[in-house]
């Protein structure tokens, strides 16, 4: 039978039978670890993670190693967006991990890395990464966006070529303006 094909045998399964209902038991982890992040519930949120965690925001190189700074991390998410919510798009499953490709909204209620609340709105799409224990708890996650985004729906960055940004780079950028007006390159 083609299910029961063996595996190269490294301590991975030894089926394809046994892969698929690996896949399914980090799949409903990863769910409900989504579903606790939406309920903001935080001590069932950290019960997804094994005995040791870490969380990986890669547009900020920020890595925080182990659970309480985990902890901590999601602490400061949910006071700084007491509305955030994940709709997750699409799943993907590999024989390692899962990757998940969602959008995140929420409103901008607290302080966050240095920036006062705004109360704006951010809508955007991430995609996380969950690797695995040996019992299939979650050993972490690690997060990429396009934080540019972020900052512009918090009203913190602008498109250089909208008035706003025009002048925000005459302002905060006047010797690269000048030399771009008069042709000189820097070397």
Same mark, same amino acid.
């Given at each position: 039978?083609?299910?029961?094909?063996?595996?190269?045998s490294?301590?991975?399964?030894?089926?394809l039978?046994?892969?698929e209902?690996? &896949?399914?038991?980090? /799949?409903r &982890? !990863?769910?409900?670890h !989504?579903?606790?992040?939406?309920?903001h519930?935080?001590? %069932?949120?950290m019960?997804?993670f094994?005995?040791?965690? @870490?969380?990986?925001?890669?547009?900020?190189a920020?890595?925080?190693?182990?659970?309480?700074?985990v902890?901590?991390?999601? &602490?400061?998410?949910l006071? !700084?967006?007491?509305?955030?919510? *994940?709709?997750v798009?699409?799943?993907?499953?590999?024989?390692d %991990? *899962?990757?998940?490709? !969602? &959008?995140l909204?929420?409103?901008?209620?607290?302080?966050?890395?240095?920036l006062?609340? $705004?109360g704006?709105?951010f809508?955007?799409?991430?995609c996380? @990464? @969950? $690797?695995?224990?040996e019992?299939?708890?979650l050993?972490?996650?690690?997060i990429?966006y396009?934080?540019a985004t972020?900052?512009q729906?918090?009203?913190v960055?602008?498109?250089?070529t909208s008035?706003?940004?025009r *002048?925000?780079?005459?302002?905060l950028?006047p010797? $690269?303006? /000048?030399?771009?007006a008069?042709? *000189?390159?820097?070397?």
């Open positions: 039978m083609a299910l029961q094909a063996k595996l190269v490294n301590g991975q399964p030894s089926t039978t046994e892969l209902a690996r &896949q399914a038991r980090r /799949l &982890q !990863v769910e409900e !989504v579903r606790l992040e939406n309920a519930d935080l001590d %069932g949120l019960s997804t094994g005995s040791s965690g @870490f969380y990986d925001d890669e547009p900020w920020e890595h925080h190693q182990g659970l309480d700074a902890r901590s991390y999601y &602490q400061n998410l006071r !700084v967006a007491p509305d955030f919510h *994940i709709e798009k699409r799943r993907h499953l590999t024989d %991990g *899962i990757a998940l490709e !969602v &959008q909204t929420g409103t901008h209620s607290g302080a966050w890395r240095g006062p609340a $705004t704006r709105r809508d955007f799409p991430l996380a @990464f @969950f $690797t695995f224990d019992g299939d708890r050993a972490g996650e690690r990429y396009d934080r972020v900052l729906q918090l009203a960055l602008s498109d250089p008035l706003k940004g *002048i925000g780079m005459l302002l950028h010797i $690269t303006i /000048l030399r771009a008069l042709g *000189i390159r820097k070397r």
